[in-house]
């Protein structure tokens, strides 16, 4: 059974830098990995997504503050981000795709919570 986990949130002053990490456990799958956000009354936005070929994708609201990397050895994501405005204050989940017969689903962390905050 997949299991998946997010790690390293918590408060930050704007300005400040945080590195968010998520892990999974079972057999996944190393197709594109790919980190969201919501805040309460809203959607769950994406925000990065990397790819089993090394691309990389970002919203427009992240992008040049946020970086997404992966080690497949690990089972492992994460998402450094610079820069926090409290715009950013949000619950980051990370999503992991993992084969369930002949489907490719996507397993959901339960989310972890970032705050920027003075």
């Known amino acids: 059974q997949v299991q998946v986990s997010e790690s390293g949130g918590g408060l930050v002053q704007p300005g400040g830098s945080l590195r968010v990490s998520c892990t999974a456990s079972?057999?996944?799958?190393?197709?594109?990995m790919a980190w969201y956000r919501q805040t309460p009354g809203k959607e769950r936005d994406r925000i990065a997504t990397f790819a089993s070929n090394g691309s990389t994708t970002y919203a427009d609201s992240v992008r040049g503050r946020f970086t997404i990397s992966r080690d497949d050895s690990k089972k492992s994501m994460f998402l450094q981000m610079n820069d926090l405005k409290p715009e950013d204050t949000a619950v980051y989940y990370c999503?992991?795709?993992?084969?369930?017969?002949?489907?490719?689903?996507?397993?959901w962390g339960r989310g972890i919570q970032v705050t920027v905050s003075s």
């Open positions: 999503a992991i795709p993992y084969t369930s017969g002949t489907q490719t689903k996507v397993m």
């Open positions: 079972g057999t996944i799958t190393m197709n594109t």
